[in-house]
């Protein structure tokens, strides 16, 4: 049977599974990248934790490799463009410690309410200050989730036994859901006004690193408690530190930094802050939780069997006319959600032309991949796209038409005010944008993008082009288009009249593409500008 690396620890049951199916595992720990590279030659499966780099050099090295198993959530040790170039599945235990950084969660907040850890340290160093850590009680606090996904639904169950108030931020679950959970959605501004705990569950995106900063935190009632289990950056450390010490915020309880491993930060210092290592997943349960997932999908990949948490698009099983389109799919759904910035209840979907005739539903489970990858902290597969779908409400229509009029094939997504469509262009397959809210505009996708919706009329091109101007930067391609007739929406909010004479209730679109992510104030600045209906920033990791 085949050889299995394995490069750090994982359960022994995970290792049994291994060995029951016929494999040799070859348990090999701390090695270094040299040897590393040595080591790697001739094995077809290698299973890693957060350690272990799989670079594009190993898995060159790795000729016989057919999975990289990581026995846990995170990939940032994994070169995953490198393996899919090499059609190297790449699997990971997504479920494994979700429990435990739900739990992890609740035990900030309760050690933050009641000054634990301070109260812990004087004891010990030989001092009785009962008085001086009074803490609170959660029962009829307000907490506030920012981010229901499954984390951050967990966090809601426990705190509500607590009998605390549940409110929450997450534009990609529905009200109804959030309702069942007894939660009452709200804007972030809302949430973290009426909060007395805020507690983050966001993935780590370009939009979502310090978006819990100095202007929010200025918002918020003087005896709030962040805490933030999820990813290092969401919430700006600094900002957050001069909050507490100002007396602007109570306190807080981080696990995760913006760099790690960090051992001097501004947050140390302060006595009403709770700081641990990053020991969301640092459970007996979670580690062998993970070590079983992963052998168990080791053992699938490389009997050849379907594996549920594959990562990468390369694994997948796909017609040949259909699998150019797979990446196309993915990166639609990934900016629809940028664009629309929540989840509409219906996702609707067509596929036009040639596609038709073919089985397109991992099309549409590609679409949801790419969706939810921009929504959720956890790692979105093939499999738990649907559930991720029916966990928030998401209704997805799938339809498909041999006739396109303009194109030889065709994806269309469409929900709630906004719609995006593309297709592969050339012998090259490039993959381009060729509508967006019922604009026709064609545009090669880039992962830095503008969208800007505005009055048809002259001078508009030189409005924005000016902003970008003030703000340093450089458009690397601009394309422009006009609506469809009857169709006035789209990007930024609400669709408006106005136009040049001939086309009312018409509007025009520029799509602008840049190297560097667009920079801060320059969305806002378009929105106050004369003629601007609409903006929107869209950047992709």
Not at 290 to 300: F, S, T, W
Not at 303 to 332: D, H, K, M, Q, W
């Amino acid at each position: 049977m085949a050889r299995v690396l394995i490069t750090e620890e994982i359960a022994e049951r995970g290792l049994a599974t291994l060995r029951a199916a016929g494999h040799d595992t070859d348990v090999r720990l701390g090695l270094s990248v040299s040897e590393l590279l040595v080591a790697v030659v001739g094995a077809a499966a290698l299973v890693i934790r957060s350690e272990t780099k799989v670079t594009a050099a190993v898995i060159e090295a790795g000729h016989d490799l057919v999975v990289v198993g990581r026995a846990g959530i995170g990939l940032d040790n994994v070169d995953v463009a490198a393996a899919t170039r090499r059609g190297v599945m790449v699997v990971n235990a997504p479920r494994s410690n979700i429990l435990s950084a739900a739990e992890h969660t609740v035990a900030l907040l309760l050690a933050q309410a009641r000054n634990i850890p301070q109260a812990h340290a004087a004891l010990t160093a030989g001092r009785w200050e009962r008085s001086r850590w009074e803490g609170v009680e959660v029962h009829g606090k307000t907490l506030g989730i920012v981010g229901l996904g499954r984390v951050g639904a967990l966090v809601a169950q426990r705190a509500h036994a607590f009998g605390m108030r549940l409110v929450a931020f997450d534009p990609y679950v529905a009200p109804e859901r959030a309702k069942q959970m007894g939660v009452e959605l709200l804007s972030l501004e809302d949430v973290v006004r009426q909060s007395d705990f805020l507690t983050v569950h966001l993935p780590k995106t370009p939009e979502t690193i310090g978006i819990i900063g100095a202007d929010l935190l200025a918002q918020a009632k003087p005896d709030l408690r962040v805490i933030n289990t999820a990813r290092g950056g969401i919430v700006d450390e600094a900002a957050l530190a001069t909050a507490v010490a100002s007396g602007a915020i109570a306190g807080a309880a981080i696990d995760v930094f913006s760099s790690e491993p960090m051992v001097s930060s501004p947050l140390f210092g302060l006595p009403s802050v709770v700081v641990t290592p990053h020991l969301g997943a640092s459970t007996k349960e979670a580690q062998d939780k993970a070590g079983i997932a992963i052998a168990e999908q080791v053992e699938l990949a490389l009997a050849g069997e379907f594996v549920p948490y594959a990562v990468n698009i390369g694994a997948a099983e796909a017609s040949e006319t259909v699998r150019p389109f797979l990446p196309l799919a993915e990166r639609l759904g990934r900016l629809f959600a940028l664009l629309a910035g929540k989840l509409a209840p219906v996702l609707e979907i067509e596929y036009e032309g040639q596609l038709a005739e073919y089985d397109t539903r991992i099309l549409t489970l590609s679409v949801l991949k790419g969706l939810f990858s921009a929504a959720t902290d956890e790692p979105v597969s093939f499999v738990n796209a649907p559930q991720l779908a029916e966990e928030r409400g998401l209704s997805v229509r799938a339809t498909t038409a041999l006739a396109s009029q303009d194109y030889v094939n065709l994806i269309t997504l469409r929900g709630g005010s906004h719609a995006l469509s593309g297709t592969l262009f050339g012998l090259r397959a490039e993959p381009k944008i060729v509508m967006v809210d019922d604009h026709d505009i064609e545009l090669p996708i880039a992962r830095s993008m503008l969208v800007v919706r505005n009055d048809d009329r002259v001078g508009m091109v030189a409005v924005v082009a000016e902003i970008l101007r003030d703000a340093g930067m450089n458009i690397v391609d601009l394309k422009l288009g006009r609506s469809r007739a009857g169709h006035g929406g789209g990007a930024g909010g609400a669709g408006g009249a106005g136009g040049a004479a001939g086309f009312a209730g018409r509007t025009a679109m520029m799509a602008l593409s840049f190297e560097e992510p667009v920079r801060a104030g320059v969305v806002e600045a378009l929105l106050a500008a004369p003629g601007i209906l609409g903006a929107v920033a869209i950047t992709e990791l």
